[in-house]
């Protein structure tokens, strides 16, 4: 059985991604990059570990509540637990949801890195998000990402290089309030104007 640390899920958004989806941030990143915006995931600590399955099953229930276009995996670093996440991609494609995963790794790092699982996830991924947040060099023109050295690759043909500069997909945050009075935020952080 796969499982996940997870550090947080959010079941609908609309600021982690194209379209209407569900979140899921893995807990542990050994890239440590400066500026992070999770900064509290990254410690590799046992958070909340959950069977792939079982998240499988929830987003599921996610997509029939709120009408999911996809799922997006975040960290943390996905990564350092694509055994889980791969379980996890493959069956939201078999749902038909879209899968984008932001990773700090490059491309050609995780070709040379081989880590576990990570050919099977992006196997399963339509969109992955590569590179280390560099904070010296801020993104003022592209959705979802924080640093100009960050890119985009198709892996599929569900989206193209358009979901990268369209306007519903503008910078915003979400903040939610729990039961216990505390709150969650997501989505990303920005203090400029954006332009086009």
Request: hydrophobic share 40%; proline share 5%.
């Amino acid at each position: 059985m796969a499982w996940l640390n997870l550090a947080a899920m959010v079941s609908c958004t609309d600021a982690e991604g194209p379209g209407r989806r569900a979140a899921l941030w893995v807990q542990g990143c050994d890239k440590r990059c400066a500026g992070c915006c999770n900064a509290r995931y990254l410690p590799i600590v046992e958070r909340e570990l959950v069977a792939a399955d079982t998240v499988v099953e929830q987003l599921a229930a996610a997509q029939q509540r709120f009408a999911l276009e996809g799922v997006t995996l975040l960290g943390g670093e996905p990564m350092l637990q694509a055994q889980g996440l791969a379980r996890v991609a493959a069956g939201c494609q078999d749902l038909g949801l879209s899968v984008l995963v932001f990773t700090g790794y490059t491309h050609e790092e995780l070709t040379a890195l081989a880590l576990p699982g990570v050919s099977e996830l992006l196997t399963h991924t339509d969109v992955l998000v590569d590179g280390p947040y560099m904070a010296e060099r801020p993104e003022q023109h592209r959705n979802w990402v924080g640093s100009q050295n960050q890119r985009f690759h198709y892996l599929s043909a569900r989206y193209d290089h358009r979901i990268e500069r369209d306007p519903a997909g503008a910078p915003s945050i979400e903040i939610r309030f729990k039961s216990d009075g505390s709150a969650q935020l997501n989505g990303w952080p920005v203090s400029f104007t954006k332009t086009r």
